[in-house]
């Protein structure tokens, strides 16, 4: 059994800071670690990714405000989101890639405003 648990959304005023997570339980290696968002009728886009190595990349509109980090030790995958904006809202994705499956979490609500 593989399970993904994300934490951490909520409801953030423009300006503020949230911290999600993503614990990918059982026993396999991960390749890839990342975070995606979506919002109604659009499809999911990448926010960022981390290799196994350490190796990151960013969608521009995040950067340099969101950083992804990642602790290989236990299967965990980190977002913190600085100086959020209303447009950041949305459905936070967890996605981990092993050796043979690609693993999705059930998403959680981010939501920017006043």
């Known amino acids: 059994q593989v399970q993904l648990v994300e934490s951490g959304g909520g409801l953030v005023q423009p300006g503020g800071s949230l911290r999600l997570s993503c614990v990918a339980s059982?026993?396999?290696?991960?390749?890839?670690m990342g975070w995606y968002r979506q919002t109604p009728g659009k499809q999911r886009d990448l926010v960022a990714g981390?290799?196994?190595?350490?190796?990151?990349n960013y969608a521009d509109s995040v950067k340099g405000r969101f950083t992804i980090s990642r602790d290989n030790d236990k299967n965990t995958v980190y977002l913190q989101m600085n100086s959020l904006k209303p447009e950041d809202t949305a459905v936070y994705y967890c996605?981990?890639?092993?050796?043979?499956?690609?693993?999705w979490g059930q998403g959680t609500q981010v939501t920017v405003s006043s």
């Open positions: 996605n981990i890639i092993s050796a043979l499956n690609n693993y």
């Open positions: 059982g026993s396999f290696s991960i390749y890839y």
């Open positions: 981390i290799t196994r190595d350490g190796s990151t």
